[in-house]
C-alpha cells in the first residue's frame, strides 16, 4: 500500500470514529428521549434528556471537533503530510 | 499596507473595540439615569452599531480578487471562529429561538442539537477537504471536481435557492428591529436595514463581511448574555444559570401540573391575534416522539454541511489545519449563545406564571395585569395578549398570549432592568440579523460573479471589470431580496428552515461525495443535485398544499426526501455513466492531502 493509501485508511477510520460519536449524541440517544428523562442521573440537577438538548450533546460537539482536529493533525505529521511554509 | 500590521495586531484592535463597547453601554446606562428617554436610547444603541460597522467596511475596500472573495486567505483560527459564529447566527437564533424554546420545549431543542452537531460534519468531512481546493465559492468546487459548466450551473442553482430565502427572512428581521428601534414604518425600515448591510459589504466583499461579523458577534454575544445573567441574579436563581437553574425547571413542571394545560375553543383563539400563542405544551419533559425530534435534528446538520455562506468562511483561513481547528471555534462562540437560549426561556418563563413571584401574573386579576407598563408596552407591539374566556376575573394560564419574540425582547423590562439593556438587545438582535444577511447576499453574489459570469460568460474578463459585476450584482441581490421581505410572505423562522432543508436537499451529497467517493462523476452530481432539489421543492409544495405526505415528514423537514432521492440518484447515475478521468481521480488524491499547493493553484 502506497504511503498516501495508507494515510487515507487512518483518515477514514478516524472520520468512521468521530461520525460514530457523532451519531450517539445528536440521534442515538434521543431514540431513548422518554427512558432517559426518568434517569436518576441528574446533570446539575436537570433532567437527563433536557440536559442533553441544552448543554451536554452541544459541549461534546465542541470538545469532539477540537480532538479530532487534534488526531487528524498527528494522523498528517505521521506521514509528513503536514502543510510547510509556502505550500498555500 | 496596514494590512498585514492589521492581521498582527487583531487581539488589540477587537480588545480597544469590546472595552469602547462596554463604556458605552455604561454611558447610556448613566444617561438613562439622567433622563434620556427610552426611544433616544434605543437610537443610539442600533445607530451606533450601524455605523461603526459600516466604518469597519469602509476601512475593509479593497480591489483585489483574492481578498474580495476570500479575505486574502488570512483570517486567524478564532477570528474566522468568531465570524463563522456571526455568519451563521441569524436573526432568527437571537431573537425567535428562546421564543421557540419558550412555547414548544423539547420537539423545538431539536433545533439546538442540529444547528450544533452539523458542525462536526463540516469538520470532518467537508471544510479541510475544501480548503485545500483552494477555490473561492462552493460552486467552484462543484464545478472543478465534476468538470464541465452544467455542474457548476446546478451549484449555483441550489446556492441561490437556499441562500435567497434564507436571506428575506434575514432582512426581514433587520427591518423588524430598525422599525422599532428607530420608530419608522416597516416598508422603510427594510430599506435602511438593507443599506446598512449593503454598506458593510459592497467595498471590501469578503475581507470586509469578515471583520464586521467579527464585531458583530463580539455585539451580539455580549447584549446576549448579559441579561440572562442579569436576570437569572435578579430572580435570585443563581449568578451562573447554565449550571443553576434544575430548580426553576422544576418549578415550571410543577406549576403546568397545578395550573394543567386547558385548550380553548376554537371561537375564543379566533379573538387572539396573529403571531401570538399561549403555553400549551410542557417546559422540560420529552414532548415528541423520537422520529420528529430527529429528523428535525438530522435535516438541520446536514443543512449546515451544505449552506455556502457557512462553508465560504473556511477558505478564508491561511491553511487546512487552520480551517478545521477554526470550525472548532466556530462551535464554541456558537454553542455560548446556544447553550444560553434555554436559560433564557425557563427564567423568562418562571417569572410570568409563578404566582410568587412579584413579576408573575398569572393568577392576578385581570385588571390588575391590564395596569402593569410593560404589559401595556407589549401588548400595543402585538407581542402580548390577554383574555378572560371564562369570565371569572382572574388570568389563567390558557389566557394568556405571547409572541415568540417577546420572550429576547421584553423579558428584560419584565424582570426589571433598566431600558438600556432593551436597547442593547436591539442592538444585538440588529448585529445578529445583519452578520447573517452580509454573509447570504456575498455567497449569492460571489456565485454569479464568479461562476456564471467570470467562469462561464466571460472567462477573459480583467480584475477590475469582474470586481464591478460582483458588486453590482451584490446590490441587486440585495434589493431583490428587500423587496421580497417588504411583501412579509412567510415568518423568519419558517423560511431558515426551509433555507437548510433546499441546501440538503440539492448539495449534502454532491460535496460530500465530491471528495469521499473518487467515482461520483459530472452527470451523477448533476443528477443528485438537480433531482434533489426537485422532489424536495415538490414535497413541499404538496404538503403544503394540503397532502398527507409520508413517514412523518413535514414541511419542516423536506430535505429528508431531497437527499434521498439525491443520493440514490447520484450513485446510480455515476455508475451507469462512465468513470471519471485520471485527472480527475489525481485531483481527488491531493484534495486528501494537506500539503502541497491548492488544487486551482496547480492549474
Known amino acids: ?37 426518568e434517569s436518576s442521573i441528574r446533570p446539575f440537577g436537570y433532567p437527563l434528556t433536557y440536559w442533553f438538548t441544552c448543554q451536554g450533546s452541544l459541549a461534546i460537539f465542541v470538545i469532539l471537533i477540537f480532538w479530532f482536529a487534534g488526531r487528524q493533525e498527528k494522523i498528517d505529521d505521521e506521514f509528513g503530510f503536514s502543510e510547510r511554509e509556502g505550500d498555500q | ?59 475593509s475596500r479593497t480591489l483585489q480578487v483574492d481578498a474580495y472573495y476570500v479575505a486574502g486567505r488570512q483570517v486567524p483560527t478564532v477570528f474566522n471562529g468568531m465570524a463563522t459564529a456571526a455568519d451563521w447566527m441569524s436573526g432568527a437564533s437571537f431573537v425567535a429561538m428562546a421564543g421557540g424554546i419558550y412555547f414548544k420545549g423539547y420537539g423545538y431543542m431539536a433545533l439546538l442539537v442540529g444547528w450544533t452537531g452539523g458542525y462536526v460534519l463540516v469538520a470532518s468531512l467537508l471544510a479541510p477537504y475544501l480548503r485545500k481546493f483552494g477555490c473561492y465559492t462552493v460552486p467552484d468546487f462543484i464545478g472543478t471536481r465534476y468538470g464541465g459548466n452544467l455542474a457548476r450551473f446546478s451549484a449555483v442553482i441550489v446556492l441561490t435557492v437556499a441562500s435567497f430565502t434564507y436571506v428575506t427572512a434575514q432582512i426581514n428581521a433587520t427591518g423588524t428591529i430598525a422599525s422599532v428601534a428607530l420608530d419608522i414604518p416597516f416598508g422603510i425600515a427594510v430599506y435602511v436595514g438593507l443599506a446598512s448591510i449593503l454598506m458593510c459589504s459592497m467595498l471590501g466583499g469578503m475581507r470586509a463581511v469578515t471583520w464586521t461579523q467579527v464585531a458583530q458577534y463580539i455585539v451580539l454575544i455580549i447584549a446576549y448574555l448579559l441579561p440572562v445573567f442579569w436576570i437569572s441574579s435578579k430572580l435570585g436563581a443563581g449568578f451562573f444559570p447554565h449550571f443553576m437553574l434544575a430548580d426553576e425547571v422544576a418549578r415550571i413542571a410543577e406549576l403546568e401540573g397545578q395550573f394543567g394545560f386547558v385548550k380553548n375553543s376554537a371561537a375564543d383563539l379566533a379573538t387572539v391575534p396573529k403571531g401570538l400563542a399561549g403555553i400549551t405544551k410542557a417546559h422540560s419533559s420529552v414532548n415528541a416522539t423520537p422520529w420528529a425530534f430527529i429528523s428535525l435534528a438530522v435535516c438541520m446538520m446536514a443543512g449546515t454541511a451544505s449552506l455556502p455562506h457557512v462553508m465560504m468562511r473556511y477558505f478564508t483561513t491561511p491553511s487546512v489545519r487552520t480551517a478545521r481547528r477554526s470550525v472548532g471555534w466556530s462551535l464554541f462562540f456558537i454553542f455560548l449563545l446556544y447553550s444560553s437560549a434555554p436559560m433564557l426561556a425557563t427564567l423568562s418563563k418562571l417569572s410570568l406564571i409563578d404566582p410568587t413571584l412579584p413579576t408573575g401574573i398569572i393568577g392576578k ?17 402585538n407581542l402580548m395578549f390577554i383574555s378572560d374566556f371564562n369570565g371569572n376575573g382572574t388570568l389563567e394560564l390558557n389566557e394568556f398570549f405571547m409572541g415568540g419574540k417577546a420572550v429576547v425582547l421584553a423579558t428584560p423590562e419584565i424582570a426589571g432592568l433598566p431600558y438600556v439593556i432593551s436597547g442593547l438587545v436591539a442592538a444585538g438582535g440588529m448585529a445578529a440579523a ?31 471589470k469582474r470586481l464591478i459585476v460582483a458588486r453590482v450584482l451584490l446590490v441587486l441581490i440585495g434589493f431583490a431580496g428587500a423587496t421580497i421581505a417588504a411583501l412579509e410572505i412567510q415568518g423568519i423562522l419558517g423560511s431558515v428552515i426551509w433555507a437548510f432543508d433546499f441546501a440538503m436537499s440539492g448539495l449534502f451529497f454532491p460535496l460530500v461525495l465530491g471528495v469521499w467517493w473518487k467515482r461520483a462523476n459530472a452527470p451523477g452530481a448533476v443528477a443528485g443535485m438537480l433531482l434533489g432539489l426537485i422532489s424536495g421543492t415538490a414535497y413541499l409544495i404538496w404538503v403544503r398544499s394540503g397532502g398527507s405526505g409520508f413517514l412523518g415528514i413535514t414541511q419542516l423537514t423536506f430535505g429528508i426526501v431531497g437527499a434521498a432521492v439525491s443520493l440514490v440518484s447520484m450513485i446510480v447515475v455515476s455508475l451507469i455513466t462512465a468513470a471519471p478521468d485520471s485527472a480527475t481521480q489525481k485531483m481527488v488524491d491531493d484534495v486528501r492531502v494537506p500539503s502541497g499547493k491548492t488544487i486551482l493553484a496547480q492549474k
Open chain 1, 1 to 37: 500500500m502506497s504511503k498516501q493509501e495508507q494515510h487515507w485508511e487512518k483518515t477514514r477510520n478516524l472520520l468512521f470514529i468521530t461520525l460514530a460519536i457523532w451519531f450517539i449524541f445528536s440521534i442515538g440517544i434521543f431514540l431513548f428521549g422518554a427512558e432517559m428523562q
Open chain 2, 1 to 59: 499596507m496596514i494590512k498585514g500590521k492589521f492581521i498582527d495586531n487583531l487581539p488589540k484592535v477587537y480588545g480597544i473595540y469590546t472595552g469602547g463597547f462596554l463604556v458605552f453601554i455604561i454611558l447610556m446606562a448613566i444617561a438613562e439615569q439622567a433622563g434620556m428617554s427610552a426611544k433616544l436610547i434605543g437610537i443610539f444603541f442600533v445607530a451606533f452599531t450601524v455605523l461603526i460597522y459600516a466604518l469597519i467596511g469602509w476601512l
Open chain 2, 434 to 464: 445583519m452578520s447573517t444577511a452580509d454573509g447570504l447576499v456575498l455567497a449569492i453574489s460571489n456565485a454569479l460573479s464568479h461562476d456564471i459570469y467570470y467562469k462561464i460568460i466571460n472567462p477573459k474578463a480583467e480584475t477590475a
Open chain 2, 365 to 381: 386579576t385581570i385588571a390588575e395585569v391590564q395596569s402593569i407598563d410593560w404589559y401595556q408596552n407589549w401588548n400595543q407591539a
